[in-house]
């Protein structure tokens, strides 16, 4: 991402008790103004940088009326737009659960499909509110590029995939080839790790986004194509003929991948985080969308009760109404159910649980307690 410096020049006014310096007192321990020069990183290519103060990205989505979320387009079961323009998939659902979250409408979001490239960007310009695009949760993205990932909303690791009559069956054996992979993604920095670690010479054949990538492959334009193992799952359903393909039995890195949202607005940071716990904890008590009505008329575990806005205010305390967590149940699903819509075993894109079980079934989901 191209970058512009900044200076910025900050008042800062200060009472110094200079003997504990070791300086010699000329103010008397008066305040002095001390005009201090700091200099910070923002995104170029003319954007405004968002104001980001505690509570302001809720009051402006609010005055919008909808939520603004950057998406995928291209990845079906993750984020992905048919034919008809219809959204779907588990990162886009979220969106949805955080629009219930707010409004008590899953329908009040807009989506903003964003390359891998442009997302950061999108983000801490304003462009959207959340990123929600099968995104993976690094120190750089937590530090350098100004977001704050809110949760893991599924454990993922990178793979490599080839066609399957090409005898390749490991790393190893693409010594000398051409892998296709995309821009502006941990993918291809991990490509390159990887494969320097293993001392195998190989070349990478960069593209923009995710249908470039994976024409290439089709056009056998490299010999394997690498991204996230979700990633490769979902895009062999749309390859012509995705039995002719095989994702090999390696995993080259791990890819937590979640909502992010901008640094500066931790009021905003807790209902995005909040909304995925809600979600997983929904899943933990059993509550679905076609339950939680019978569910929330005779609850009784107080746990239940704060979670679905019958006692506790967890709502207020997060700047919402006290039942946006019965809205993102009732109106979009539990963890569970976002899930099977979009990678459960009825779909093409199904990838068994995993890691993306609840902790209580050996998985690595876990919601903290709602009190
Ligand atoms: N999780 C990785 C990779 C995510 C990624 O962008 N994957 C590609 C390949 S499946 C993708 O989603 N492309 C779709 C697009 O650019 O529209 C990251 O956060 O960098």
Redesign the pocket.
């Known amino acids: 991402m191209r970058k512009t410096l900044w200076i910025v020049s900050l008042l800062l006014v200060a009472s110094f008790v200079l003997a504990a310096c070791g300086g010699a007192s000329t103010t008397g321990g008066e305040p002095v103004t001390v005009v201090e020069t700091v200099i910070v990183e923002v995104p170029a290519e003319g954007a405004v940088v968002a104001p980001s103060g505690y509570g302001v990205t809720l009051e402006t989505v609010k005055a919008r009326g909808n939520l603004i979320c950057g998406v995928?387009?291209?990845?079906p079961g993750?984020?992905y737009i048919d034919a008809d323009g219809n959204f779907s998939g588990i990162d886009v659902d979220y969106c949805r659960a955080l629009a219930a979250a707010i409004f008590g409408d899953a329908n009040k979001v807009e989506f903003r499909?964003?390359?891998?490239?442009e997302?950061f960007t999108a983000l801490q310009s304003g462009e959207i509110d959340v990123l929600s695009?099968?995104?993976?949760w690094?120190l750089v993205?937590d530090t350098e590029l100004g977001g704050n990932f809110t949760a893991t909303t599924f454990y993922?690791g990178?793979g490599m995939m080839v066609p399957a009559d090409s005898g390749i069956n490991s790393l190893q054996d693409l010594a000398g080839g051409t892998v296709c992979v995309?821009t502006?993604?941990?993918?291809?920095l991990n490509l390159a790790d990887v494969m320097s670690s293993l001392g195998i010479a190989y070349t990478p054949a960069v593209y923009?986004?995710?249908?470039s990538?994976?024409a290439a492959y089709a056009e056998e334009r490299c010999d394997a194509v690498t991204?996230?193992k979700?990633?490769?799952v979902?895009?062999r359903t749309v390859l012509a003929d995705p039995s002719a393909h095989v994702i090999l039995d390696v995993t080259m890195s791990k890819?937590p991948?979640g909502p992010m949202v901008r640094h500066g607005d931790d009021q905003w940071f807790d209902i995005a985080q909040w909304t995925v716990f809600a979600m997983i904890a929904g899943e933990e008590f059993g509550i679905t969308s076609a339950n939680v009505d019978s569910v929330r008329s005779s609850a009784t575990a107080p746990e239940v009760m704060r979670l679905l806005g019958l006692e506790g205010d967890m709502g207020l305390k997060l700047g919402l109404n006290n039942d946006w967590g019965y809205n993102i149940i009732k109106l979009v699903g539990n963890y569970e159910e976002v899930y099977n819509r979009s990678l459960g075993p009825d779909t093409p894109t199904y990838i068994p649980r995993g890691y993306n079980s609840l902790y209580t079934e050996g998985g690595l989901l876990y919601a903290p307690p709602v009190r």
Request: glycine letters at 8%.
């Open positions: 995928n387009s291209q990845v993750f984020g499909p964003v390359t891998a490239a997302r695009r099968n995104t993976t690094s993205r993922d990178q995309q502006g993604t941990t993918t291809e923009e986004d995710a249908d990538t994976f991204t996230d979700s990633g490769l979902s895009r890819e991948l």
